[in-house]
C-alpha cells in the first residue's frame, strides 16, 4: 500500500508544471541557458529587433519589441535547432495587429511554455544589442 501512494506521489508531482529557474528570469543578448537536464535542452537569445517609439519622442504608432530564441537540444532524431519568436507591443498577425509575448511549444520531448515578460533597456537614442535582455519565464507542462 505505502508503494503504491509513494507511486501517485511520485506521478501527481511530475504531471505538475515547473518553472525553469535563472536568477530573476532575465537572459542577455547572445546569453544561452540550460531549460532542460535529461534531455538536454538550452534556449539563446539569438536576436533582437526593437521598433518601439522612444521615451519623450511623439511616435505616430507605438512599435513594437520582436526577440529570436534559438532552442538546442537532443531528440529521437538527434540534434535540433528551432528558433521561436515573440513580440511585445503592435504586432503584426495574420489576425490583425496584437502582442505575441506567449507561445506553448514541443521540443526534444518536452513541453514549454515560454512568456516574454519584457525587453530592456527601453528605447533611447544610443544603444547597440548587446545592451539588450530579456525578462523570459520558462513553465515546463
Known amino acids: 500500500m505505502k508503494a503504491l501512494l509513494f507511486i501517485l506521489l511520485v506521478a501527481l508531482v511530475a504531471c505538475q508544471s515547473s518553472t525553469v529557474d535563472k536568477k530573476g528570469n532575465e537572459i542577455k543578448y547572445k546569453e544561452t541557458v540550460q531549460i532542460n537536464d535529461v534531455p538536454k535542452a538550452t534556449l539563446t537569445f539569438f536576436d533582437v529587433s526593437d521598433s518601439r517609439c522612444p521615451e519623450n519622442v511623439k511616435c505616430v504608432w507605438a512599435g513594437n519589441a520582436k526577440v529570436d530564441l534559438a532552442l538546442e537540444g537532443v531528440g529521437t532524431e538527434g540534434k535540433i535547432t528551432k528558433h521561436i519568436n515573440l513580440c511585445l507591443g503592435a504586432c503584426s498577425t495574420s489576425r490583425g495587429f496584437h502582442t505575441i509575448d506567449s507561445l ?6 518536452q513541453k514549454y511554455r515560454f512568456i516574454l ?14 545592451d539588450y535582455s530579456i525578462s523570459l519565464r520558462i513553465e515546463k507542462k
Open 104 to 109: 506553448d511549444q514541443d521540443f526534444a520531448g
Open 117 to 130: 515578460e519584457s525587453v530592456n533597456p527601453y528605447p533611447i537614442a544610443a544603444k547597440t544589442k548587446n
